[in-house]
């Protein structure tokens, strides 16, 4: 198994700073497979295995993604099945 990034949060701020995603801490399912450049069928698929539990949550009839702990639910934790 290998470690994470690592990435600290100025890391994480530092990378969307002046970027189109700068300005929204909220994603869509359908932004976070624009964001990680994968299709939404695969967002669909870690959802819903609770992978991505700790930064999604259903409102109303949408998921919201919160952008910056996504990125360290990915990247420095991984995903792995519950």
Known sequence: M?????????EIQKLF????WADRPFLT???VADL???PKGTIYD???RGL???CSRKVGKQVLF???RLI???????????
Request: charged letters at 25%; aromatic letters at 8%.
């Open 2 to 10: 290998t470690n994470g990034l690592n990435l600290s949060e100025a």
């Open 17 to 20: 700073d002046g970027g189109a």
């Open 29 to 31: 399912l359908a932004d």
């Open 36 to 38: 990680l450049n994968i």
């Open 46 to 48: 870690w959802r819903s």
């Open 52 to 54: 991505l539990d700790n």
């Open 66 to 68: 919160v952008r910056d």
């Open 72 to 82: 360290q639910t990915i990247f420095n934790q991984g995903l792995f099945d519950k």
